[in-house]
């Protein structure tokens, strides 16, 4: 990891653009799945698999990569498109997305793909799992020499397994564990402040003993600075709240709960296309 130039910010740019694409292509060809998250997490997944994360697409079994754990499983679209990017397997794959079959199934699966640190689909897990690979860690004198990050959902604060999970790293003071929220505001229902209020959310991480940063989570410079701040810290474990925006890039998808568990149709998918090539051109031209 190191410091971000405006010429890796633009290589960012255009890749997180590419894999929003990605998304809706393999939404469409599936006729199922979800949206919204997919959409609004694409640049902090970007940053990741291209800035941040030691890992090696070519050795995915490494053992000392660093690992990276979804715990909100329903927005593998994001997941799947960006190590396909990142030549895990070839990008021509994702058009299997949930079909019979394939390895990209609705909600990752390990046994299918054991390049995927977990499986996820019921909410609330992710974090668990992460402080016990973080726990083990330390158990193996090996807290130093990688980060456990885990990816949660801002709706699955509503699972009392995340708080749990929450609790148990405080308490343990695992500085080499930092997850990152998708405080996007929304969930399959509604908003997250109607259906069960989460505010004021930093303040209750911070309770339960965690170092608390709160960042713009399409920002590619702040959320850098973010993420060394997070490795910086040696006293206790760090959360970081992206406040990001669902169904980010395309205009009629932002911000609108109902496109939380909804894949585009055909003609939904054309002008989200469109609007993610116009937007892909813009940026380019915008670096030149």
Known sequence: MSFLSEEKIKELEIKANDIRKSIIEMLLE??????????????IFTLFYFHILKHDPKNPSWEERDRLVLSNGHICPVLYATMAHSRYFPVEELKTLRKFGSRLQGHPHREYMPWLENSSGPLGAGLSQ???????????GKD???????????????????WEGIMLAGKN??????????????????????????????????????????????????????????????????????????GKGVHEFERDYKW????????EAKMALNELRTLGGKIKSEHQ
């Open 260 to 267: 939380h568990g909804k894949p585009p149709n055909k003609e």
């Open 173 to 246: 003071k695992l500085r080499n564990l930092i997850a990152v929220v998708d405080r996007n505001n929304i969930q399959i229902d509604g908003f997250t402040e109607n259906i069960m209020p989460l505010e004021p959310l930093a303040d209750k991480w911070r309770a339960f003993n965690w170092h608390v940063i709160e960042v713009g989570g399409h920002d590619f410079r702040a959320l850098n600075e973010a993420i060394e701040q997070a490795q910086a810290v040696y006293e206790k474990p760090t959360v970081i709240i992206a406040h990001t925006i669902p």
């Open 130 to 140: 992460a402080v016990g690979m973080a726990l083990a860690d330390r158990m193996d």
């Open 144 to 162: 130093k020499d990688r980060f456990i990050y885990c990816f949660i959902s801002d709706g699955e604060h509503d699972e009392g397994n995340t």
């Open 30 to 43: 599936a006729g199922s799945g979800h949206t919204a998250g997919p959409l609004g997490m694409a640049d």
